[in-house]
């Protein structure tokens, strides 16, 4: 893995908010999707088949691996093979909220739905540069720093998309309220503008004719199929058991007001601390902090299984909810430290983005399973089995790689590329 060479000096400041702003800005478009569109758009009288609509626009966020070898290929080089991508696409996504400021949500829906869906493959694009400039120009001690930033940047934008944008929706109305997203994306993509030379001493690419970045050379390497294969059961458990939260809390008798609180301002605070808490205390990728996480989510979610059945008291459930919340945060932090590693630096945005392609993958069909499971056997079920596979994922946690294998030489790339034909 190749370091920034000025990484030691001034890393804190200037890479830790690059990464905050950039992550924040992806989480803008996803918070305002799921929860600040639905609910304004619902306000207004809109039908709830309409509204559903708006899950199409994770789309991007599901498939962007298809397009992520591209991202790797092609890149305006004077102003750097990822910052290139970074400054394009938050141009763009702000630029479209520009447009959206002129569009009316009742009365131009599929337009509307068309730009969002352009915002979000802008978004999931900035994404895999994001992730790809992380695998090249931070070290392997700086990465749990990194992917503590990245998690808290993402709580700042689901409060920047719901928490900051809908009381601006509700003061001043549509237009100004988009313009305020365009604003924001804006002021965030200052620390990419500031970042010039950053990816000196990052790995150069390869020339096409030695290596040519695609799906398949992935899983060429030992290391990321290993990798893969643990991701799937670690996250399986985490994906199973968050699915179902809402309707559990409605099932234990919490009011809407009371779960809004809970699953929003409080879940984003609890994800806040635990991101810093993070930030100060993990130094570098670690298999024992990912351990330590899965058997603190599955703890958490045995005792809302208890609440279910009846033997833990249901007084408990809040700060259940706000410690899982928290603990949620801190297994993605330990995760996604150390997925950084798996990646190649010759096709690091291609890696990262199908191993997050499969993730998203996977949340939906636990999602449905979790479904099926708790109509037929309860809550506690569900909890219980979301447990039990985060045990598998904390066993599976102590033979995990952890630092990446050494750069693809030129001989080693046209060794896949030959492979592959």
């Known amino acids: 893995m190749t370091s920034n060479p000025g990484a030691s000096g ?38 709830l088949d309409r509204i559903g609509l708006l899950s199409l626009l994770f789309l991007p966020w599901a498939l962007k691996f298809l397009w992520a ?42 337009l509307m739905l068309c730009m969002l869906l352009a915002v979000s493959v802008f978004a999931a694009t900035q994404d895999i540069a994001t992730d790809a400039l992380a695998v090249e120009v931070v070290d392997e001690h700086r990465r749990a720093a990194v992917s503590s930033a990245g998690v808290f940047g993402g709580y700042v934008g689901f409060l920047l998309g719901v928490g900051a944008w809908l009381p601006v929706y509700a003061a001043f109305g ?114 024992r902090a990912l351990m330590l996480a899965a058997l603190a989510n599955a703890a958490l979610f045995l005792a809302l299984a208890g609440v279910w059945a009846g033997i833990v008291p ?31 630096p010759h096709q690091a945005g291609t890696d990262f983005a199908l191993l997050q392609s499969a993730d998203a993958v996977m949340a939906i069909a636990f999602g449905i399973a979790a479904g099926f499971i708790g109509q037929a056997f309860g809550h506690a079920a569900v909890f219980a089995l979301a447990a039990l596979l985060l045990v598998a994922g904390a066993v599976l946690a102590r033979r995990l790689p952890i630092a990446s294998e050494s750069p693809l030489s030129v001989d080693g790339a046209l060794e896949i590329q030959g492979n592959q034909q």
Do not use: N
């Not at 400041?13 to 619902?42: C, E, H, K, N």
């Not at 199973?240 to 984003?268: C, E, M, N, Y």
């Open 314 to 344: 249901r007084d408990l459930v809040a700060p259940l909810i706000l410690a899982q919340s928290a603990a949620a945060a801190t297994s993605m932090i330990a995760l996604y430290a150390v997925m950084i590693g798996w990646c190649s």
């Open 174 to 287: 549509w237009q100004a309220s988009m313009l305020f997203m365009a604003g924001v994306v804006a002021v965030l993509t200052i620390p990419a503008v500031a970042a010039r030379g950053i990816e000196d001493g990052a790995p150069v690419p390869l020339s096409e004719a030695a290596f040519r970045p695609r799906l398949s050379a992935s899983f060429h390497r030992v290391e990321y199929r290993r990798g893969l294969g643990f991701m799937l059961v670690y996250q399986s458990g985490l994906r199973l058991g968050i699915a179902l939260i809402g309707p559990f809390l409605v099932d234990t008798g919490l009011t809407l007001s009371d779960i809004g609180w809970l699953k929003g301002a409080g879940g984003a605070a609890a994800g806040l601390v635990a991101a810093l808490a993070m930030l100060a205390v993990l130094r570098r990728p670690s298999a």
């Open 69 to 110: 070898p591209l991202v790797d290929r092609f890149c305006v080089v004077r102003l750097g093979r990822r910052r290139s991508w970074l400054l394009v696409c938050q141009a763009l996504i702000a630029l479209s909220f520009a447009v959206l400021s002129l569009l009316s949500p009742a009365g131009h829906f599929e």
């Open 10 to 47: 001034a890393f804190t400041f200037r890479i830790l908010s690059l990464f905050i702003g950039l992550y924040a800005a992806q989480a803008i478009t996803g918070s305002l999707v799921q929860t600040g569109l639905p609910t304004v758009l619902r306000e207004e009288g809109m039908g």
